[in-house]
T-cell receptor, first 114, second 110 residues
Framework: DGGITQSPKYLFRKEGQNVTLSCEQN?????MYWYRQDPGQGLRLIYY???????QKGDIAEGYSVSREKKESFPLTVTSAQKNPTAFYLC?????????????FGSGTRLTVV | RKEVEQDPGPFNVPEGATVAFNCTYS??????FFWYRQDCRKEPKLLMS???SGNEDGRFTAQLNRASQYISLLIRDSKLSDSATYLC???????????FGTGTSLTVIP
């Protein structure tokens, strides 16, 4: 079955440490996204990519970095510069071309700073 | 002004009730609209797209009012399993990013 896979499900980070969240999709979608969700808040866009080797900052990109070397993969690195990284991170993908084509989300990664 | 605004609720309704949620959007050029459902500590899942003429999927009906720039979701004959947060999502047609409302919490009570 086609889908989008995030790993790990839970991640614990020490202060000052960089961590990388994995996102892989086999839906042949061109566009991929990273969102952050805090308790009681909506989704906020971190980065997105519409094509391989290209990506754009979202609303809250500071302290994060991404790469898009393959169509299937869009990993997110949470750097030590992100001062409040504890959150639920969601990766999504979308086929482009049809405006009524919605997002497909991965099951998320819960990141906690310890 | 936020791109998308929803009443956060919570809505607490008895089983079998009909409940409606509204969502307003700021960009009149927005092209596509969706309702997503998010269960506690899970990812959002697409419930239904919203079409200009309105559309229905079983107990769920979605409507779009372009003149007033809002979309609505009507749930009839509520089930316990409908308890979740419902997210309004809008494609403002200004790029490839969609905008999410903060969600409306629904609890269906036995």
């Amino acid at each position: 079955d086609g889908g989008i896979t995030q790993s790990p499900k839970y991640l614990f980070r020490k202060e000052g440490q960089n961590v990388t969240l994995s996102c892989e999709q086999n839906l042949n979608h061109d566009a991929m996204y990273w969102y952050r969700q805090d308790p009681g808040q909506g989704l906020r866009l971190i980065y997105y990519s519409q094509i391989v080797n290209d990506f754009q900052k979202g609303d809250i990109a500071e302290g994060y970095s991404v790469s898009r070397e393959k169509k299937e993969s869009f990993p997110l690195t949470v750097t030590s510069a992100q001062k409040n990284p504890t959150a639920f991170y969601l990766c999504a993908s979308r086929g482009t071309g049809l405006p009524n084509y919605g997002y497909t989300f991965g099951s998320g990664t819960r990141l906690t700073v310890v | 002004r936020k791109e998308v605004e929803q009443d956060p609720g919570p809505f607490n309704v008895p089983e079998g009730a009909t409940v409606a949620f509204n969502c307003t959007y700021s960009n009149s050029a927005s092209q596509s609209f969706f309702w997503y459902r998010q269960d506690c500590r899970k990812e959002p899942k697409l419930l239904m797209s919203v079409y200009s003429s309105g559309n229905e999927d079983g107990r769920f009906t979605a409507q779009l009012n372009r003149a007033s720039q809002y979309i609505s979701l009507l749930i009839r004959d509520s089930k316990l399993s409908d308890s979740a947060t419902y997210l309004c999502v809008v494609n403002p047609n200004t790029g490839n990013q969609f905008y999410f409302g903060t969600g409306t919490s629904l609890t269906v009570i036995p």
